[in-house]
């Protein structure tokens, strides 16, 4: 025995070979990079390759991922790609290896890739195996090789982008949207998959949904909380998750602005219709946060309750609150115009009639003498019946014209589709043609008037508004502010020097109480109200029960 042999056995071991698993089964993965590409039939192609190899290898596919467009620049956006690693992780029963055409469907993020497959190999013992080549991760050689391809497929995706960021770039800042376009739009492009909606440029415009998103805004604005919004929402037929509402509330998309970060921090006007005024996507922001980019809404003050109702006579503008705090007297004033102030409250040794006192007779002035209450239900039922017959005849009218409007958008697309008109004679004739279905659409939304049990709408309406002025002055600010929206959704206009107030808009069953006091002789004399308004009965603008959460 050589003398050398007894240290043998301090010797390292060989690096052991990595075991194999006994199973045949594979899963497969497949991808493409656009909706392009899957309509070209490339998933089919990579499924039917990979199941021949299958077939030829002895392999047995148990499981199917992907079949999807999905970017591979980032794997952990990716949901089919997720879902498969995921379920190698948890599964008892690993399988052999995952079947992907070429190594770059399964990723090109490099590094990250990398760090994935090691984790699948050596960790998993899980290989990779390449349909168009046959390279797996069972051999040393074969691990460096897919690697290899993985360093590469990120290479390949860096030089891409060096050819396709610039053409982004000008395409997004010439005012073109990049990506799908959110709830409440129709996008009409060359890359667009839907042939009804492909054309020669780029075209956004707001659908069917958009128009009733519009109301949301609206009530966003008038404190409506998300939950109620989503509810009404519902109830016109869309549906929206709170998480995605509360998304739509920062998109600065909807008041038309280009936000891409392609931009560089540069925001610009995009080449669409927007849905919101700026004005109203920031007074949103103001709701949210209190205090965005110079915007500053005025907190919420017991005392003050009318900030957001009274608006100056001068310029138009809403009176601020503020406090003497020296008199621990609250004031409403105009920030713009000199001398347009009054006190929240009647002094008790001045005795000048404060904004409250002036604002509960107001709302007493819609109380009708109980002699008059019935009459004027009788007046109401008969009314209503006489609007919902007419509602009835204009809406058969707008339900005729688009069942028209939508019968030649079916030839234009019949034409188009048998070749008779181009491409861009079919996007402006379609295009025009959506937009009056649209204009039709919302006209007939505004014609809805549905009141299943109209006696008992009646009395409980009658009933709130009879006693609307004890709610306002018995509730706390949110009632309050309830009651002010409802009544008067577009405020009301103080003037400061004669004690008056001036209403353009007043709720339509309140409007209503107010002709008949005057047809009937129960006009209240010396209210501090002048009424722009002279409206029928019942006002076009809806007749909706003032019920502020009571």
């Known amino acids: 025995m050589n003398d050398l042999q007894k240290y043998s056995q301090f010797s390292k071991s060989k690096r052991k070979e990595r075991k194999l698993p006994t199973t045949r089964e594979v899963?497969?993965?497949?991808?493409?990079?656009?909706?392009?590409?899957?309509?070209?039939?490339?998933?089919?192609?990579?499924?039917?390759?990979?199941?021949?190899f299958a077939a030829e290898k002895g392999y047995q596919i148990t499981e199917t991922f992907g079949n999807i467009n999905e970017s591979a620049s980032n794997d952990y956006t990716r949901k089919e790609f997720n879902a498969l690693i995921s379920k190698v992780k948890k599964t008892r029963r690993k399988p052999f290896g995952i079947l992907v055409y070429v190594i770059n469907r399964f990723s090109r993020s490099g590094g990250k890739a990398i760090g994935i497959l090691s984790n699948l190999v050596e960790d998993l013992n899980v290989h990779l195996i390449e349909v168009s080549t046959g390279i797996d991760t069972t051999t040393e050689e074969g691990m460096v090789a897919v690697l290899g391809k993985l360093v590469e497929a990120k290479k390949e995706n860096q030089q891409r982008l060096k050819h396709t960021i610039p053409g982004m770039k000008k395409f997004v800042r010439a005012g073109h949207y990049l990506g799908k376009v959110p709830i409440g739009y129709d996008h009409f492009g060359p890359r667009v998959v839907d042939p009804v909606k492909r054309g020669i440029e780029?075209?956004?415009?707001?659908?069917?949904?958009?128009?009733?998103?519009?109301?949301?805004?609206?009530?966003?604005?008038?404190?409506?909380?998300d939950v109620e919004i989503i509810k009404r929402l519902d109830a016109l037929g869309v549906k929206i998750t709170k998480q995605n509402i509360s998304s739509m509330w920062r998109r600065a998309f909807y008041c038309g602005i280009q936000t891409n970060a392609f931009l560089e921090g540069n925001p610009i006007k995009g080449k669409w219709e927007p849905l919101v005024s700026e004005e109203v996507f920031w007074g949103v922001q103001c709701i949210l946060d209190g205090n965005h980019q110079g915007y500053h809404i005025q907190t919420e003050n017991e005392s003050r309750p009318l900030v957001g109702t009274l608006f100056c006579p001068k310029c138009g503008k809403k009176l601020t609150g503020y406090i003497v705090r020296k008199k621990k007297r609250h004031y409403y004033k105009c920030q713009k115009c000199k001398g347009v102030s009054i006190a929240a409250d009647t002094s008790p040794k001045v005795k000048i009639t404060g904004a409250h006192e002036m604002f509960l007779a107001l709302l007493s002035s819609y109380q009708l003498d109980e002699k008059y209450i019935q009459p004027f239900k009788m007046q109401l039922q008969k009314t209503f019946q006489s609007m919902k017959a007419e509602t009835f005849t204009v809406r058969k009218s707008y339900e005729k014209q688009l069942e028209v409007l939508q019968g030649e958008l079916d030839i234009l697309l019949e034409r188009f589709g048998y070749g008779k008109i181009n491409d861009e004679l079919y996007d402006k004739l379609s295009t025009k043609k959506l937009a009056e279905i649209n204009a039709v659409r919302e006209k007939l939304d505004d014609t809805e008037l549905e009141i299943s049990n109209l006696s008992y709408f009646i009395d409980k309406s009658i009933e709130l508004s009879q006693n609307i002025h004890k709610h306002w002055q018995l509730g706390n600010i949110e009632i309050r502010k309830q009651i002010q929206r409802t009544v008067f959704p577009e405020g009301i206009v103080v003037d400061t020097t004669s004690r008056t107030y001036l209403t353009k808009k007043v709720n339509s069953l309140f409007l209503a109480k107010s002709q008949f006091m005057k047809t009937s002789g129960d006009r209240k004399e010396k209210l501090p109200i002048k009424n722009d308004e002279e409206s029928p009965l019942v006002a076009e603008g809806g007749f909706e029960p003032p019920t502020f959460g009571l």
Request: glycine share 6%; net charge positive.
């Open 202 to 225: 780029q075209k956004i415009i707001v659908n069917e949904d958009g128009l009733k998103l519009k109301r949301a805004w609206e009530w966003k604005l008038q404190g409506l909380d």
């Open 27 to 52: 899963w497969l993965y497949t991808r493409v990079s656009s909706k392009n590409q899957k309509e070209n039939y490339s998933l089919g192609c990579q499924k039917e390759e990979a199941e021949k």
